[in-house]
């Protein structure tokens, strides 16, 4: 749950999701979930969208969770979401 106090929202510099099963379950949005990003978004928190996918392109879930309605201003591109492999290629 976010704080619904921007001021307690201000001590936060990044928030790390996982994607499935938190912002999503298959093609189904989590109720609250866009609004919860969108919030973190607005309060200048950078946000991180984690998978442990191997099989899926961070371009491919761009693209599946802009089709969900997780627009721009809730994820702002590609760059924002790591997978298992852009992790182990990272590291």
Known sequence: LLPSNSKT????????????????????????AIDACRKLHKNNIRVVFLTNTSKISSSTLLNQLRSMGFDSTVISGQECIMTSVSATRQF
């Not at 936060?12 to 609250?32: E, M, N």
């Open 9 to 32: 929202m201000t001590k936060f510099k990044a928030a790390l999701i996982d994607l499935s099963g938190t912002l999503h379950i298959g093609k189904t949005v989590i109720p609250g």
